[in-house]
């Protein structure tokens, strides 16, 4: 699985980005696409996740309120809208995807469990 993220940009505290990550080669419906963020000094988090059987969606409580993942699955394509970006919004954000054992499995937050990562794309958010 190969994944291009796009979309990061320079933008101002209560501005909006939506980063796109596209996926090539998936060849299962058991199969988790998401986003982490790392900013710097700092180790790479979980964003929010989707699962690919059913749509089912996982965002980190800390952005909740402000960040919704979205799924194109006629195009193995995920989004990141996010809202009231914030300074420690701050980061390189991540693509990750993961073959899972079965249809249902829930989310993984662990870095570690995702095999597949895309080359981020960076989000910079200026007072």
């Known amino acids: 699985v190969q994944l291009q993220a796009y979309g990061g940009g320079l933008v101002q505290t209560g501005g909006s980005l939506r980063l796109s990550c596209a996926a090539s080669?998936?060849?299962?419906?058991?199969?988790?696409m998401g986003w982490f963020c790392q900013a710097p000094g700092k180790e790479r988090e979980f964003v929010a996740a989707v699962r690919w059987y059913d749509g089912q969606t996982w965002v980190a409580d800390s952005v909740k309120d402000r960040f919704t993942i979205s799924r194109d699955s006629a195009n193995d394509t995920i989004f990141l809208q996010m809202n009231s970006l914030k300074r420690e919004d701050t980061a390189l954000y991540y693509c990750a995807a993961r073959y899972t054992g079965s249809l249902r499995l829930t989310l993984s937050k662990e870095v570690n469990s995702w095999r597949y990562w895309g080359q981020g794309t960076q989000v910079t958010v200026s007072s």
């Open positions: 080669g998936r060849t299962s419906s058991k199969f988790h």
